[in-house]
């Protein structure tokens, strides 16, 4: 067995050329985006993971990912899963569900 050869050593900077560099202007919204910040809720039992962008002045919800509806059906789908695997061991040991 022979050790890794690295041609490069690892702390060596990457291409540069392809990198936007600071004075690069990538993006302009001529001010049209109104004040925003986003809110990270983790549920506690399940340690689903929501972020909300909310509006600085008013707090209203502006975008919510993932959305309510898909929360949802995460919800049922795992409830499905469980009440699946609940049937599966009793069918598998012999108790009744």
């Not at 690892?10 to 004040?35: H, I």
């Not at 509006?55 to 009440?83: F, N, R």
Request: proline share 9%.
């Amino acid at each position: 067995m022979q050790p890794v050869r690295r041609e490069l050593p690892t702390n060596a900077p990457g291409d540069q050329t392809s990198q936007p560099r600071p004075s690069t202007v990538v993006a302009s919204t001529s001010g049209g985006l109104r004040p925003a910040y986003a809110q990270y809720i983790v549920d506690p039992t399940t340690h689903d993971t929501v972020v909300r962008i909310r509006d600085t002045d008013t707090g209203a919800v502006i975008s919510e990912s993932p959305t309510p509806e898909i929360q949802a059906m995460l919800q049922a789908l795992k409830a499905y899963a469980d009440t699946a695997a609940r049937q599966h061991l009793a069918r598998h040991t012999g108790a009744a569900s």
